[in-house]
């Protein structure tokens, strides 16, 4: 495990009132594609964050630790309330969470156990 030395400094505090704004939502990942045009490896994924969301897409740079048999069907956290944004001309929808590890590959975080899509982090 890395000492943390290269870790960037804590961020300024906010109000929790600000954090009340991020939405990050539970989705279960339904497709993964490769993403041949990205600068960095990465996956085209598509996640059904349930009825009141629904299915949104986005690129992630998951391929040091996850297959694309690995990632489908998984329960995945991720941001929703952030504009969409164009990578290699395919439009991210969300932000799929996870940690750097001492490589600096993305490990993900999502929970433990099955929950509802959509359901919201507290």
Known sequence: MAD??????PKPQIDFSTFQEVDVRVGTVTAVDDFPEARTPAYKLWIDFG??????????QLTAHYTKADL????VAALINIPRKRVAGFASECLVLGFADAEGGVVLIGPDRPVPDGNPLH
Not at 51 to 60: E, I, K, Y
């Open 4 to 9: 943390g030395a290269d870790q960037p400094e």
């Open 51 to 60: 009825p009141q969301v629904g299915r949104r897409q986005t690129s992630a």
């Open 72 to 75: 489908e069907g998984r329960q």
